[in-house]
């Protein structure tokens, strides 16, 4: 299943059809755009004309069963097309428009009657209810948010190979600083050898008396207790593992984006804690840089649904 980013937008228009004449346009066209950005939870957020208020239960059904994070702009506007003249009122639009005025002209029978001007007037005022909006407004609202789907799709497949070549990075260096170990003890165990010498005023070809060899080796013991880092380098693998399975195209999760956070605060509490126990000046350098990836891993994954 694709990951998927919580950054995406997506827009589309369609024309307005006469709710009584489904292939008589109106010249009034919808027009939807939705756009997210990252969030922890999925936060939805609707900009309609106030009329269609009523349809914004359906606008936010149909967003949750599709997204689980990000917070999402939805924007919905109509407008007169550029090249269209005023809107054809329908038949039952005039019904209504004659209804009224001799209800008006029953009561007040000097009122002027409707002219041509007003009846075009208030018949596209009077041909877009909440109601006929509805279908069309739910039908682009789908056609968008499945445009959205892919655009955060196609961000998500940016994002999960950008951590992949991060991964790699790491694990590279997670192997330039296992052998480092074992030549450090060796080392530390040298220099205790030779303090002793110094301290003896031994030469170099001398033998050092056996305890101070037994004493030199628990030094040695002791002092590579201390600064091993083998079990920090296999935890950092196994989360690196743990993301490349949660990244793999064949992955079964789709929202990964917390399980990916978790990953990285362990990620950098392993290599802190191979830079606290650094009596190296290489492994103190390969701390730093695994540091800086990780920091650019998390800012990766904030955007990750």
Known sequence: MAIHSMTGYASAQAPLVAPDASSSETGMRLGLDMRSVNSRFLDLSFRLPEEWRAHEGALREMLTSQLQRGKVEVRASFELEAEAGPASPSPRQLQRLQSLQDSVLAWLPHAAP???ADVLRL?????HTPEDVGPALLALARTVLDGLMQARA?????????????TAHLRELAHQARPLIPQLVEQQRQKFLERWREAMALGADAALPEAAQDRALNEATAFAIRIDVAEELTRLTAHL???DHLLAPTGLLRSVGKRLDFLIQE???EANTLGAKS???????????????????????????
């Open 114 to 116: 409707l002219s041509v």
């Open 123 to 127: 018949g596209s005022s009077q041909s």
């Open 154 to 166: 196609r961000e998500g497949a940016r994002l999960a190979t950008t951590l992949l070549e991060r």
């Open 241 to 243: 593992d743990e993301i």
């Open 267 to 269: 990620l950098h509490r």
């Open 279 to 305: 009596a190296l000046l290489e492994l103190t350098r390969i701390s730093i840089d695994m540091k800086v990836l990780i920091e650019q891993m998390r800012e990766q994954v904030q955007n990750l649904e």
